[in-house]
């Protein structure tokens, strides 16, 4: 997958970048049950689903990354729900473990 750039090297609102793939890959290879894919939207922009597997249960929970001018915005892909937007990859990813972590506990 490959984030479209601009002439200053800038990746453009809307586009998952290749680091922010690497990031969530890296993130994911420890937790057993977590899957990254980069998939594309209708008009071409690239985003993350992640998909969360509860241990326990076998419940599985699929999440959104998307590119947006305010940051990285997550959504909750069952509920339908925006969590929040925020600056980095790491942050999301960290957003997502403890909103599973979090529905594992209740």
Do not use: Y
Not at 77 to 98: D, N
């Amino acid at each position: 997958m490959s984030a479209t750039a601009g002439r200053d090297g800038a990746e453009r609102a809307g586009s998952v970048t290749d680091a922010d793939r690497l990031t969530a890959l890296r993130f994911a290879i420890g937790r057993p049950g977590w899957r990254v894919e980069a998939l594309t939207t209708a008009r071409g922009e690239a985003f993350l689903r992640i998909t969360t597997t509860d241990q326990g249960t076998g419940a599985v929970r699929a999440w959104s990354v998307t590119r947006t001018r305010e940051g990285l915005l997550v959504g909750d892909g069952t509920s339908g729900e925006r969590l929040l937007a925020v600056p980095a990859m790491r942050e999301a990813l960290v957003e997502i473990w403890e909103a599973t972590v979090g529905a594992a506990a209740d």
